[in-house]
Structures are given as structure tokens and as C-alpha cells.
């Protein structure tokens, strides 16, 4: 198999699973996790000298952060029979480029902080004031698209795409925000129709197999 995707699904490594589920790539799932060590030892650490997971590995072409691994994938490989999630011209490629950089630079961390705070970490670690903090502050950039999506259903063009794939993972981490639903409706029912997709719910189930958590 010469296309492989480190890293367990319950991890950013759901990202470029995502997009090779959706297109149906073959390829081999090398489940490592990001704890006990397994991504500091010398062969993970000449994959990624980081030190995190994800990484793809096309035959020897190497590519790590989970987002790069995500565009690198649908840009290289078309599905048989799928429809492209890269862009077919340059106006879909800004709306792609545009929207997956906004959700690593405008909403990870706080989604992050939210999801640590309300279920990720054991209960006796959470803050509950974090979470509300990260919720509030994401709020401004999720009416943002909240606003594109008015006229659209997705993200880039009229079909769903790597971009959806990008900023979906990403907020996947606030599905559960009262705020979201409340005051991005768009958002919210638009990051139901990504989660509910069959690809994105057979990593959900590889994430389970893993470790029950979904990062
Ligand atoms: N910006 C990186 C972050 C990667 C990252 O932090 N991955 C976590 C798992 S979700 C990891 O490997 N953590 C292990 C560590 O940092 O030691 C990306 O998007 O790929």
C-alpha cells in the first residue's frame, strides 16, 4: 500500500481520513496515538519531526498538520465515481484556501479550550468559565459564516467540498454550544448535513474503536 495515514481517527488524523473516506482511496490506517510516547520515538519523529499526528505518507511524499494533509489529499487524488473535493477553478481554491486557514486561525483553539472544558477532560479538570470564555470569543467569527452560508450550502461552489471537510473538523469540537445553535442556525444545521455524512461517520466509528474519544 503505497498511500499511508498516521494516527489515531480519535485525533486530528480525522481530517485527511475524512477526505480518503469520502473519496475512497485505498490506503493503510497506521492507528498510532498521540500518548504513550509513539510519536517521539526516531522512525515517527523522521516522519514528523513535531512529534504529532497526523502524517501522510504518499509513497515516500511526506505531509504533516492535519490541514495540509486534508488539501493534499483531495488536491492529489480523485475518487472513482466521487464527486472532486478540490477545486475545479481559482474561485473555488480561494473559497477553499480561505475558509480552511480561517478555521486553523480564527476558531481552533477556542473550539479546542470548549470541547476540553465541556467533555473531553475527565469532569474533575473541566472549567465550565473556559468554556464560556472560548464560546464567546468564537462567536464573531462563526457569524461570519454564518452570513456566507445565507445563500449557500456549503462552504465552496454548490457541492461539498475539502473546505467543508476542513472547517467541519474543526467544529465538530463545538456541535454541542447552545450559542452555536442559537445564534448561527446556519452554521449549526450546515454542521449537521457535514457530520452526517457516511464517510464522516465511518471515522466517527474508527474513532471509537481507538479510544472512544473524538479530538
Ligand atoms: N497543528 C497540528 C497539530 C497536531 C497535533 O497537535 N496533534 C496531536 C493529536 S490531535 C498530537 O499529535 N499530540 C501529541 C503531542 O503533541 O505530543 C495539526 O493540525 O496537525
Redesign the pocket.
Known sequence: MTLKIY?IAA??ASRPLWVAHELGLAHEHIPLS?QGGA?RTPEFLALNPN????VVDDDGVLV????ACALYLAGRFQGEGAEPLAAVNHAEQAEILRWSFWAVTECEKDALTFLMHTVAMPEERRKPQLAQEAERRLLPALRVLDQHLQIRRFLAGERFTVADICVASVLAWVQRSAELEAQCPRVSAWLARCLDRPAQQQVRALARRDSGRN?
Request: charged residues 15%; proline residues 7%.
Open positions: 494516527g485525533s486530528r498521540y510519536t512529534g504529532h499526528i497526523p504533516w498538520e492535519s490541514m479530538l
